[in-house]
């Protein structure tokens, strides 16, 4: 490469205006949505990072293949195309399409698990979680305790405590646990990627207790890169064939292609398994659709199935990771509290160290995220008391930057307005609930300021 510098690896064919609002206009919007970042139109935010998920701009050759999308209820060319192109990656016998990744997975656990199983996982997204408690199976994650420190700077903070899952597994026994799954990268836990050895190791337990294991593939390839530059022995491979490699430990994944399948809608669900795969066909014709289509448009396979190849070429993940450290490094840098080291897809603000005056039953990551807003117009999203009540172990601020949207200079802006807040830190208010649905409660509550805020 003949300059240091990581460009954007593409030009910008189509443009899409962003609306300034004034700090005025933003506490007003903030007090109509109740605190709740979810609740905002989205043309009143100037930056969204609000998710990595179904945000990101297609490639021309997607766009060109949408055009050959084959609209055909049954037997499709579209999803040969789909389904060839994740079986060239993934490896799996059944390739399932779904609308999304929680459709995906309510469809596995609906047919795999039933009430008093216990599924463990590094950490389980929040969906992943509230599926399995649907069923009223136990979701238990495991993930190292380096995973649990923001602070920590282990490569592979993502990994699961094997010895946790063999004490699990033998505490609870091996019948009432249907599958292990392994969240690459590890979204709750900060984007943190999931080591090769770690797989590896976690398979073999696996298979000595004939239990099957899944991955939650959403950001395969972002893991892929990582394992590519941090441990040994994979520097030479490809990101496609350390994916491969990575698949070939594991039964089945659940996958939503809103993230490195680089679509703005859709997923999978993968097996090895004839029996099971026939279940979850039947059940999605029951809800999703016909197993060549499964809720989406023949053109939505076409754009999968380019995007999950995409998601692994070297120029575009060397720019993907080094623009998502770019932000963190640059915030860091300046004594920011950051989940360390920098994620594939997110930078995440540890917001109990950045605002230790609002106690954790006063959601400080609900104020960080609404100061955020306030200050600069960028929208976050809360990952910790809120979402996850009880089992939360942190509370943290995601930032979470969609594929190819962004260039360096938005990216300097939201630096800029973190710096500004955490300037001011001390003067930012708790936050208490008001209105909560009895699940998935952060998507709708409704909150307002604890107190009125003391200057210093
Ligand atoms: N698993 C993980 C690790 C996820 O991050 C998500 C979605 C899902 C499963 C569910 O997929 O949204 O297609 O149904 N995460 C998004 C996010 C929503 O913002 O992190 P989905």
Request: proline share 5%; with cysteine.
């Given at each position: 490469?003949?300059?240091k510098?990581?460009?954007?690896?593409f030009r910008i064919?189509s443009v899409e205006?962003i609306?300034w609002?004034?700090?005025?206009?933003?506490e007003?919007?903030?007090?109509?949505?109740?605190y709740?970042?979810?609740l905002l139109?989205?043309?009143?935010?100037?930056?969204d990072?609000?998710t990595d998920?179904?945000t990101?701009?297609?490639s021309t050759?997607?766009?060109?293949?949408?055009m050959?999308?084959?609209e055909?209820?049954a037997?499709?060319?579209?999803f040969d195309?789909?389904?060839?192109?994740i079986?060239?990656?993934?490896g799996?016998?059944?390739?399932?399409?779904?609308?999304?990744?929680?459709a995906?997975?309510?469809?596995?656990f609906?047919?795999?698990c039933?009430?008093?199983?216990?599924?463990?996982?590094?950490t389980?997204f929040d969906?992943t979680?509230?599926n399995?408690?649907?069923?009223?199976?136990?979701?238990?994650d495991?993930?190292?305790?380096?995973?649990?420190h923001p602070a920590s700077t282990h490569?592979?903070?993502?990994n699961?405590?094997?010895a946790?899952?063999?004490?699990?597994?033998?505490?609870v026994?091996r019948?009432?646990?249907p599958l292990?799954?392994?969240?690459v990268?590890n979204?709750?836990g900060?984007?943190?990627?999931?080591s090769?050895e770690?797989?590896?190791q976690?398979?073999?337990v696996c298979?000595r207790?004939?239990?099957p294991l899944?991955f939650?593939?959403?950001?395969?390839?972002?893991?892929?890169?990582?394992?590519?530059?941090?441990?040994?022995g994979y520097e030479l491979k490809t990101?496609?064939?350390?994916?491969?490699?990575?698949?070939r430990?594991?039964?089945?994944?659940?996958?939503s292609?809103k993230?490195d399948?680089m679509?703005?809608?859709?997923g999978?669900?993968c097996?090895n398994?004839?029996l099971l795969a026939q279940?979850?066909k039947d059940?999605?014709?029951?809800?999703?659709?016909?197993?060549?289509?499964g809720g989406?448009?023949g053109r939505?396979?076409?754009?999968?199935?380019?995007?999950v190849?995409?998601?692994?070429?070297?120029?575009?993940?060397?720019?993907r990771i080094?623009s998502?450290?770019?932000l963190g490094?640059?915030?860091?840098?300046?004594?920011?509290p950051?989940?360390q080291?920098?994620?594939?897809h997110?930078i995440?603000l540890d917001?109990r160290?950045?605002?230790p005056?609002i106690?954790?039953?006063?959601?400080?990551?609900?104020?960080l995220?609404c100061?955020l807003?306030?200050e600069?117009?960028i929208?976050?999203?809360e990952i910790g008391?809120l979402?996850?009540?009880?089992?939360?172990k942190m509370?943290?601020?995601?930032?979470?930057?969609?594929?190819?949207v962004?260039?360096?200079?938005h990216?300097?802006?939201?630096?800029?307005v973190?710096l500004?807040?955490?300037?001011?830190r001390?003067?930012?208010?708790?936050m208490?609930l008001?209105y909560?649905?009895?699940?998935l409660?952060?998507?709708?509550?409704h909150?307002?300021?604890a107190?009125v805020?003391?200057a210093?």
């Amino acid at each position: 490469m003949p300059a240091k510098t990581i460009i954007e690896p593409f030009r910008i064919k189509s443009v899409e205006p962003i609306r300034w609002t004034t700090r005025v206009q933003r506490e007003q919007l903030l007090e109509a949505a109740y605190y709740n970042l979810f609740l905002l139109p989205a043309e009143d935010v100037l930056i969204d990072l609000l998710t990595d998920s179904g945000t990101g701009a297609m490639s021309t050759h997607q766009w060109a293949a949408i055009m050959e999308g084959d609209e055909s209820y049954a037997g499709s060319r579209s999803f040969d195309h789909f389904k060839n192109s994740i079986q060239d990656i993934f490896g799996y016998r059944h390739v399932i399409p779904t609308h999304q990744g929680r459709a995906a997975e309510r469809i596995l656990f609906g047919v795999a698990c039933k009430k008093g199983d216990v599924v463990p996982n590094n950490t389980h997204f929040d969906t992943t979680r509230a599926n399995i408690e649907f069923v009223g199976a136990e979701a238990v994650d495991l993930v190292i305790e380096e995973g649990k420190h923001p602070a920590s700077t282990h490569p592979f903070k993502g990994n699961m405590d094997v010895a946790a899952l063999e004490s699990l597994i033998e505490r609870v026994g091996r019948e009432r646990i249907p599958l292990v799954m392994l969240t690459v990268t590890n979204n709750s836990g900060g984007g943190q990627p999931v080591s090769m050895e770690n797989v590896r190791q976690v398979s073999t337990v696996c298979r000595r207790h004939s239990i099957p294991l899944y991955f939650d593939a959403c950001r395969f390839a972002e893991n892929a890169w990582f394992i590519k530059l941090r441990e040994k022995g994979y520097e030479l491979k490809t990101p496609k064939e350390v994916a491969q490699e990575m698949f070939r430990y594991g039964d089945g994944c659940t996958m939503s292609a809103k993230k490195d399948g680089m679509a703005n809608i859709g997923g999978f669900l993968c097996t090895n398994n004839d029996l099971l795969a026939q279940q979850e066909k039947d059940l999605l014709i029951l809800t999703e659709g016909y197993p060549t289509y499964g809720g989406l448009a023949g053109r939505d396979l076409e754009a999968i199935a380019v995007g999950v190849q995409e998601s692994l070429e070297e120029d575009y993940l060397r720019y993907r990771i080094a623009s998502t450290a770019y932000l963190g490094n640059h915030i860091a840098s300046q004594g920011v509290p950051i989940v360390q080291p920098p994620g594939g897809h997110a930078i995440y603000l540890d917001a109990r160290a950045f605002l230790p005056h609002i106690p954790p039953d006063q959601f400080p990551g609900v104020a960080l995220a609404c100061e955020l807003y306030l200050e600069g117009g960028i929208r976050s999203v809360e990952i910790g008391a809120l979402m996850f009540a009880n089992a939360a172990k942190m509370d943290l601020v995601r930032l979470a930057i969609p594929r190819r949207v962004y260039t360096q200079s938005h990216i300097d802006y939201v630096v800029e307005v973190i710096l500004e807040v955490w300037k001011n830190r001390g003067n930012i208010p708790g936050m208490k609930l008001t209105y909560e649905a009895p699940f998935l409660r952060h998507f709708t509550a409704h909150l307002e300021p604890a107190r009125v805020a003391v200057a210093g």
